[in-house]
């Protein structure tokens, strides 16, 4: 079977044969055109072994803060990788 190797948008009229694969965080639903981004309380945030911060955890992943209403994005892949508030006020580093 033959592979292709591209960058930038997608777009299939009729679906896609086999598995797409790769990095997929988040959901998107394609009928109501959103992207949903994890929601997780404060606690949940600051503790190193939620799965926020042990599973599929990349710089660049958004997590809501839901306790204060805040988006967080991180800043590395390790559980203790700091979050930093969208914003650029303040942090939260996992312990």
């Known amino acids: 079977m033959a592979s292709t190797t591209f960058s930038g948008p997608v777009t299939s009229t009729n679906g896609f044969v086999g598995d797409v694969t790769g ?37 660049g992943t958004l997590a809501f803060e839901t306790t ?6 991180a800043t590395g892949t390790g559980a203790t990788d700091t979050w930093v508030l969208a914003d650029g006020t303040g942090a939260v580093t996992p312990s």
């Open 68 to 73: 204060n209403s805040y988006l967080y994005i």
């Open 23 to 59: 990095t997929v965080t988040g959901s998107i639903d394609a009928t109501a055109g959103y992207v949903q981004i994890h929601t997780v309380s404060d606690t949940e945030l600051a503790d190193a072994t939620d799965d926020v911060n042990t599973v599929g955890k990349a710089a």
